[in-house]
């Protein structure tokens, strides 16, 4: 089946630093998105973005589609923003199984 | 408001006893999927169903079980055949052939003593 890997694993940052997630993808993508757990387990979407680039106030994505990865960009960190990131990829095919991958931690110190 | 309703939030089972967890949306989406997350490891696929009355296995499907009677209803029972079902269960659903973009409920942790 299709590989989602993320990098990093984990990362820790100073507020008001900015940070680059990764998300690489194995196999071809209908649709990809960003989801932010906090520390009760909510998952939130973050970013719909199978390919371009998307913006949301200090949050960014870009999908390089044809190169199988995708981009989050954190600017100004924030501590409301430390919790874990993952990547969401449904396969080429539409066959509705979304898969994740393992997240990356990310920890802001006040 | 709409959204995606799982319940019990907290449940606790002994060891041998099958669970049913609730997962109601009325967002009125076509697909509804089960996840499972372990502490500090990410999500993975149950089961997932794409229409009323149909549904397919995931990467774990083994002890679990499943039904998709109504469209707003996914409900996922935890059999005594599961291993290790002490975990945090997350119901998710999407439209499919519009945006695909997925939603979940605020998650179900299961504790087996």
């Known amino acids: 089946g299709i590989q989602v890997e993320q990098s990093p694993p984990d990362l820790i940052l100073q507020e008001g630093a900015n940070s680059t997630l990764r998300c690489n993808f194995s196999d071809s993508v209908n649709n990809l998105q960003w989801f932010h757990q906090n520390p009760w387990g909510q998952l939130i979407n973050l970013f719909y973005?199978?390919?371009g680039t998307k913006q949301n106030g200090r949050l960014s994505a870009t999908t390089v589609a044809t190169e199988r990865y995708s981009l989050l960009y954190i600017s100004s960190s924030q501590t409301t923003d430390s919790g874990v990131y993952f990547c969401?990829?449904?396969?080429?095919?539409?066959?509705?199984?979304?898969?994740f991958g393992k997240g990356t931690r990310l920890h802001i110190l006040p | 408001d709409g959204g995606i309703t799982q319940s019990p939030k907290y449940l606790f089972r002994k060891e041998g006893q099958n669970v049913t967890l609730s997962c109601e949306q009325n967002?009125?989406?076509?697909?509804m999927y089960w996840y499972r997350q372990d502490p500090g490891q990410g999500l993975r696929l149950i089961y997932y169903?794409?229409?009323?009355?149909?549904?397919q296995k995931g990467d774990i499907a083994e002890g679990y079980s499943v039904s998709r009677e109504k469209k707003e209803s996914f409900p996922l029972t935890v059999t005594s055949a599961q291993k290790n079902p002490t975990a945090f269960y997350l119901c998710?659903?999407?439209?499919?052939?519009?945006?695909?973009?997925?939603?979940f409920g605020e998650g179900s942790r299961l504790t087996v003593l």
């Open positions: 998710a659903s999407s439209q499919r052939g519009i945006t695909g973009e997925l939603f």
């Open positions: 169903s794409q229409i009323v009355n149909d549904f």
């Open positions: 967002l009125n989406h076509d697909a």
């Open positions: 973005i199978p390919s």
């Open positions: 969401a990829v449904e396969k080429m095919n539409r066959d509705d199984k979304i898969i």
